[in-house]
């Protein structure tokens, strides 16, 4: 059963940067797309960006993140400059196989997500 663990998450002020990953816990030489979800407090989960196997990205809702992935290091990041306040969510990352899906019910897994509070 793949894994996933995010990390990077903190507290940053308006304006500032993070840079989120996600590794997994076996190799992604495998066919899954990976994609990043957030989910602000009393809203639904959302998609922010998603990358295939072979690098294609789609960006949700106008997302200006950059997504890019290290399949010898099973990692898939997400770097997220000029942070605002409505940036702030809880960050989760997901696989699927094949390819990328703004519906998060099409993805199989789930990593536990990390918090990303953007605030001064």
């Known amino acids: 059963q793949l894994q996933l663990v995010e990390s990077g998450g903190g507290l940053v002020q308006p304006g500032g940067s993070l840079s989120l990953s996600c590794a997994a816990s076996e190799s992604t030489s495998d066919d899954y797309a990976i994609g990043w979800f957030r989910q602000a407090p009393g809203k639904e989960r959302e998609g922010v960006s998603c990358?295939?196997?072979?690098?294609g990205i789609t960006h949700y809702a106008d997302s200006p993140f950059t997504i890019s992935r290290d399949n010898a290091k099973s990692t898939v990041y997400l770097q997220m400059n000029s942070l605002k306040p409505e940036d702030t969510a809880v960050y989760y990352c997901a696989a699927r196989p094949g390819f990328c899906s703004y519906n998060r019910y099409a993805y199989d897994y789930w990593g536990q997500g990390t918090q990303v509070t953007v605030s001064s």
């Open positions: 990358i295939t196997h072979s690098g």
